[in-house]
């Protein structure tokens, strides 16, 4: 069982930043991140796998960012420009769905990760 804890979501204005940061016990073959809007289905975001290789939904690619410190047991999403549609709780996940980064993240469910952060809210304002 991997440990998840994500960090630093919050309130911004449209086409400002945040980094969430999420802290992991071990690594796994793909970890990345979801989220969920009121009302939605919890959507695909960003990924990346053992080689870190990334694969990025289409609605943030350009203004998102994954990196992973392995020396930190850290992955982060940098997003800028931030639009209000990225108005969502944020959830970093990891599981053993091997090659992800093949995968266009909108096909990428979340029944094929075992582990969870507890999430944490990104609020864009107009």
């Known amino acids: 069982q991997v440990q998840l804890a994500e960090s630093g979501g919050g309130a911004v204005q449209a086409g400002g930043s945040l980094r969430l940061s999420c802290g992991y016990t071990?690594?796994?073959?793909?970890m990345g991140w979801f989220r969920q809007a009121p009302g939605k289905e919890r959507e695909g975001v960003v990924f990346?796998?053992?080689?870190?290789?990334?694969t990025y939904a289409t609605t943030v690619m350009g203004r998102f960012t994954i990196s992973r410190d392995d020396a930190k047991n850290t992955l982060y999403l940098q997003m800028n420009s931030l639009k209000p549609e990225d108005t969502a709780m944020y959830y970093c996940?990891?599981?053993?769905?091997?090659?992800?980064?093949?995968?266009?993240?909108?096909?990428?469910?979340?029944?094929?990760?075992?582990?969870w952060g507890q999430g944490t809210q990104v609020t864009v304002s107009t």
């Open positions: 996940a990891a599981g053993r769905f091997p090659s992800c980064a093949a995968f266009e993240p909108t096909y990428i469910r979340p029944v094929l990760f075992e582990n």
């Open positions: 990346i796998d053992a080689d870190s290789k990334t």
């Open positions: 071990s690594r796994t073959f793909c």
